[in-house]
């Protein structure tokens, strides 16, 4: 009678422990941590203004937008930070990125428009060559981190960086962009 006893706890505890790994398992698969999925979209040329006779450029306004998909079922909670264009390896413009909060299996923008500086284009010997081209090439960048917290104790981070080539053409007055991003973890 002890022997059938004994079978039948070891039974029951080997059910019990197939199912404890079982949920542990299907917990890890529906809430494991998830990278966000980042989507670069085309920079923008919001304003773009010019003297009445095209000789001189008062001011250019561009947007900078990344699409961010959070794929965990826990919102991704972004910081502040900054999106930078560059001319040449000269700063032209920086606008802050405002800290935020993207939903559980939600996708948002995550962007700003940035004012170049016109007086640091100027300044660049390289400027009165590419004008005359009629294209200024600018690099504009951004780097935002972030983290998940799936069930409260599991943490994500992440380090968002876009990149992208920027080819304004300066008699159409319009734009045209190549955007690369990546993501670190950790």
């Known amino acids: 009678m002890k022997e059938t006893h004994k079978k039948k706890l070891m039974a029951f505890a080997i059910g019990v422990l197939a199912l404890l790994a079982l949920a542990v398992l299907i917990l890890y698969f529906i809430f494991r941590p998830r990278p966000p999925v980042v989507i670069p979209t085309p920079v923008s040329l919001l304003h773009f203004d010019f003297s009445p006779d095209h000789t001189i450029i008062h001011s250019i306004i561009m947007g900078v937008d990344v699409l961010l998909k959070n794929r965990n079922l826990a919102p991704f909670i972004y910081y ?16 802050p990125i405002a800290a935020g909060r993207i939903g559980a299996r939600k996708t948002e923008y995550i962007g700003t428009p940035v004012e170049l500086l016109v007086d640091r284009l100027v300044d660049s010997p390289e400027f009165l060559p590419d004008v005359t081209a009629g294209l200024l090439s600018l690099i504009a960048t951004s780097k935002t981190r972030g983290r998940a917290t799936i069930l409260g104790f599991v ?13 304004v053409f ?17």
């Open 170 to 186: 300066v008699w159409e007055g319009a734009i045209s962009s190549k955007c690369i991003s990546s993501i670190k973890l950790g």
């Open 80 to 95: 502040e930070s900054a999106a930078v264009v560059y001319y040449h390896d000269v700063l032209v413009g920086e606008a």
């Open 155 to 167: 943490k994500l981070r992440a380090m968002i960086a876009v990149e992208c080539h920027v080819s």
